[in-house]
Nanobody, 122 residues
Framework: QLVESGGGSVQAGGSLRLSCKTSGFAANRRCMAWFRQGAGKEREAVAGINAGDITTYVDSVKGRFTVSRDYAKNTLDLQMNNLQPEDTAMYYC???????????????????WGQGTQVTVS
């Protein structure tokens, strides 16, 4: 099970930190990722991490977003800085069965999904 938290409304230039709590499986040793879907848009991969904690990002968030694992809390976090209106979307946490070759940015490569948390930037 994946449960996201940390979404909200911020002004442009602000920051938010999303967190994805995992339970029921060893997600900390699997491929995980953050995706987002804006109104009327297709789901987009934002950031991914493999079992070796190698990270990857979509170009539009590089230098602004950071994905990381908190092994103590068993969470996947997404630190989002300098948020812009185009970052407005529902953000989803996802986990796959793979470990190092994740198939990012393909959403179909991830088997478990959270319900999402809304981020609104004005």
């Amino acid at each position: 099970q994946l449960v996201e938290s940390g979404g909200g409304s911020v002004q442009a230039g602000g920051s938010l930190r999303l967190s994805c709590k995992t339970s029921g499986f060893a997600a900390n040793r699997r491929c995980m990722a953050w995706f987002r879907q804006g109104a009327g848009k297709e789901r987009e991969a934002v950031a991914g991490i493999n079992a070796g904690d190698i990270t990857t990002y979509v170009d539009s968030v590089k230098g602004r977003f950071t994905v990381s694992r908190d092994y103590a809390k068993n969470t996947l976090d997404l630190q989002m800085n300098n948020l812009q209106p185009e970052d407005t979307a529902m953000y989803y946490c996802a986990a796959g069965l793979s470990t190092f070759s994740c198939g990012w940015p393909q959403a179909g490569e991830y088997d478990y999904w959270g319900q999402g948390t809304q981020v609104t930037v004005s």
